[in-house]
């Protein structure tokens, strides 16, 4: 049975720190892409981080690139997101989820960089994140 589990989050002040694991379980890790979006009340569900299959690239959306950093253990099989220089705007439910492959794209050129992860097939429950201003 597939299983991701998300945990770590929580509430921080602005200009913090939070580190978010996510515990994998009943599938190869190597197999799928991975990555983590996320979602705020009434808004779209944004991507944040992908890592291709077999570890070929990270990719990063730019509302967090140079702040977050998606790390895997393959031993441990987890995955973990250390995210820096927390904003207001960064509270959310943070989600871990794999598929298929990463897309790394942008509308327009010179536009900001966005991130998904392609072929999602599962995604944790999710952990809240809170940053206060």
């Known amino acids: 049975q597939v299983q991701l589990v998300e945990s770590g989050g929580g509430l921080v002040q602005t200009g913090g720190s939070l580190r978010l694991s996510c515990a994998t379980s009943?599938?190869?890790?190597?197999?799928?892409?991975i990555g983590w979006f996320r979602q705020a009340p009434g808004k779209e569900r944004e991507g944040i981080s992908c890592?291709?299959?077999?570890?070929?690239?990270?990719d990063y959306a730019d509302s967090v690139k140079g702040r977050f950093t998606f790390q895997k253990d393959h031993a441990k099989k987890m995955v973990y997101l250390q995210m820096n220089v927390l904003k207001p705007e960064d509270t959310a439910v943070y989600y871990c989820?794999?598929?298929?492959?990463?897309?790394?794209?942008?509308?327009?050129?010179?536009?900001?960089?966005?991130?998904?992860?392609?072929?999602?097939?599962?995604w944790g429950q999710g952990t809240q994140v809170t940053v206060s201003s």
């Open positions: 009943g599938f190869n890790l190597d197999n799928y892409a």
């Open positions: 890592i291709r299959r077999g570890d070929t690239s990270t």
């Open positions: 989820a794999i598929g298929s492959g990463c897309d790394y794209y942008r509308y327009r050129d010179y536009g900001d960089y966005h991130v998904r992860l392609l072929g999602m097939e599962n």
